[in-house]
């Protein structure tokens, strides 16, 4: 009932513009109806010099910078045409941005109802910051990792590949997000490990172990996301694809996917040292038995787990730093600490945290037994 009525509203909002921009009179009779405007358009712009800028107060005391800038169109249809932009005004702006002459920023021409063009800055251009970027992470991955580094960056890059062009197709296409996240991070997974380790026994076991704790992770955010009432629609980016497209998603499944995904990336670490692990105490003492194989590997797995989970729970902390600055905040409605953690946004983070440590905790005897098995026999 409650994806029904979230969507009926979605609906509404989509078609109320194209409702009000209708031949018919719009208000009290004898009106004449809304002219219709043209489309905004998009196009990269170089500031050339900033005709005047100014300081401003917010209501805390905290400073920020207005300007009125000089820009020149670098692409579109006013290619070469010289733009003012007057960003000095009454109005705070708190995604406005600071600029200095060479800038290349992004500009939205909004045409307004006078007929006048309104022009605004609505970010930087990055492309060429980021394509650097990348350069220097992969030259360094190569010079330090040698094969071993340029394997990882195949595999990284499949990974992308596999996640842009199979399961975000899949998810807004209608399928299950939890099926398709178990299926994609297989895939993942696979494509690191085999090109790791190659077509071996090792390789077969981590795979095995792999897919059992994926399952094991699906079954346990599926069951917390359901035992604490999530929806799935408390972050800002479901609003925002409801708002651009006419996909039909799953909104709880979407979240379960994205915990599933999320442990995609320590969970081949856990399990490939467990794997590891096991191998080496192996050949070092060839009568290990199976159980003292165990203890022994497993007491090396509890000792890489703390790291890990300490690990996942960071990057989730840091994923999630401007909730978790709501712990301070003691306004409505974030007064108590019992508010605070009951609120969707931050319960999702505790559960997506929680779903990744048990996952990994359990990674760590599956792999521990499923290793000691096949690698040592059946004793």
Not at 40 to 56: G, R
Not at 69 to 88: C, H, N
Request: hydrophobic fraction near 50%; charge should be neutral.
């Amino acid at each position: 009932m409650k994806k029904t009525i979230i969507s009926l509203i979605a609906i509404l909002l989509l078609i109320s513009p194209v409702m009000a921009s209708a031949d018919e009179p719009v208000g009290d009779a004898g009106l004449a109806p809304f002219p219709e405007l043209a489309t905004s358009t998009v196009f990269k712009a170089q500031v050339l010099s900033v005709i005047k800028e100014q300081e401003q107060s917010r209501s805390n005391g905290q400073k920020y910078t207005q300007q009125d800038v000089l820009l020149k169109a670098l692409d579109g249809d006013i290619k070469g045409q010289e733009i003012t932009y007057y960003g000095i005004g009454d109005i705070d702006v708190l995604s406005s941005m600071y600029v200095k002459p060479g800038d290349k920023v992004f500009m939205l021409a909004s045409p307004s109802i006078d007929g006048s063009t309104q022009y605004y800055i609505t970010d930087h251009v990055r492309s060429g910051n980021l394509l650097l970027m990348c350069i220097i992470f992969v030259l360094l991955i190569l010079w330090v990792g040698k094969k071993q580094g340029a394997k990882s960056l195949i595999a990284l890059i499949l990974s992308f590949v596999i996640i842009m062009a199979i399961i975000i197709p899949m998810i807004l296409h209608g399928y299950s997000p939890v099926a398709v996240a178990v299926f994609g991070s297989v895939l993942i997974l696979a494509v690191i490990i085999y090109l790791t380790w190659g077509w071996t026994q090792k390789s077969h076991i981590a795979m095995l172990s792999i897919i059992a704790s994926l399952i094991v992770t699906g079954i346990a955010s599926w069951f917390f996301t359901a035992f604490t009432k999530l929806t799935g629609t408390a972050s800002e980016d479901i609003m925002s694809l409801l708002s651009v497209g006419t996909f039909v998603v799953d909104f709880r499944g979407l979240l379960l996917a994205g915990m599933i995904l999320g442990t995609v990336g320590v969970l081949d670490d856990v399990i490939i040292s467990q794997i590891s692990s096991v191998e080496q105490l192996k050949e070092a003492n060839p009568n290990l038995s199976s159980l003292e194989l165990i203890k022994r590997t497993s007491k090396i797995g509890i000792d890489h787990l703390s790291s890990m989970t300490n690990t996942l729970f960071l990057a989730y902390a840091g994923a999630a730093l401007p909730l978790l600055c709501l712990f301070y905040v003691k306004q409505e409605p974030f007064l108590s600490f019992s508010q605070i953690i009951n609120n969707e946004m931050i319960s999702t983070e505790i559960v997506r945290t929680l779903v990744g440590s048990i996952c990994l905790t359990l990674a760590v005897p599956i792999s521990t037994f499923s290793a000691a098995y096949f690698l040592k026999g059946k004793k």
